[in-house]
């Protein structure tokens, strides 16, 4: 089992430019969620899904969309990026009682 | 409004000196606490739950209701616990959102 699978691992984009930063997850969980942890802030929840077709805003959703069309994939979408999204985001999943996080993407707006 | 709060963002102690990592949280009902741990370069992963009592590499946390904390503790810290510590609160009726304190870099030195 893979667990949870984030892609890319590092990503550099200029100012203005989208990207979608892609989760998947092979563990049939239904709550999957996205954070981004900035240096001495913690975890902030951006978006989460309690199953496919649902999805709902977090503490941070502002410059960022999400779509959960199967159980497996929980994609972020970046449409207009800004140096305040500079961050480390984490995907993860919710099951047997708690988190199961990606390793990670490192992505820096330039 | 739940919060969790990691007072300190830096714990620095010897090696086979105790060690306590502190949580706060507040809460209107009774949630479920959990620590989570980051190694250097590592995805996040759980260390331990309260729900569970148990002791993980030698850490243990008890939650106190009255006191409202669920702080981490070990008796002799080793080098390899240098990480950094995640506490976490999540509603047991409803895993929706998970809340997680600032958290604490612990370095442990030789």
């Known amino acids: 089992n893979a667990g949870v699978t984030q892609t890319p691992k590092f990503r550099i984009l200029k100012i203005g430019q989208s990207m979608t930063l892609q989760c998947a997850q092979d563990?049939?969980?239904?709550?999957m969620y996205w954070y981004r942890q900035d240096p001495g802030m913690g975890l902030k929840l951006i978006y989460y899904?309690?199953?496919?077709?649902?999805?709902d805003k977090g503490e941070v959703p502002n410059g960022y969309n999400v779509s959960r069309s199967t159980t497996e994939d929980f994609p972020l979408r970046l449409e207009l990026a800004a140096p305040s999204q500079t961050s480390v985001y984490f995907c993860?999943?919710?099951?047997?009682?708690?988190?199961?996080f990606g390793d990670g993407t490192r992505l820096s707006i330039l | 409004a739940q919060r969790v709060t990691q007072p300190e963002k830096l714990l620095s102690v010897f090696k086979g000196a105790p060690v306590e990592l502190k949580c706060n949280y507040s809460?209107?009902?009774?949630?479920?606490l959990f620590w989570y741990v980051q190694y250097s370069r590592q995805r996040l992963q759980l260390l331990l739950r309260?729900?569970s009592r148990e002791s993980i590499k030698g850490f243990t946390a008890d939650l106190n209701k009255g006191e409202t904390s669920f702080h981490l503790k070990k008796p002799f810290a080793q080098e390899e616990d240098s990480a950094m510590y995640y506490c976490?609160?999540?509603?047991?009726?409803?895993?929706?959102?998970?809340?997680f304190g600032s958290g604490t870099k612990l370095n442990v030195k030789p």
């Open positions: 993860a999943t919710f099951g047997s009682r708690d988190l199961h």
């Open positions: 309260h729900i």
């Open positions: 563990m049939n969980h239904n709550y």
């Open positions: 976490a609160l999540g509603d047991p009726y409803n895993f929706n959102k998970f809340y």
């Open positions: 809460y209107s009902g009774s949630p479920e």
């Open positions: 899904s309690v199953g496919a077709g649902i999805t």
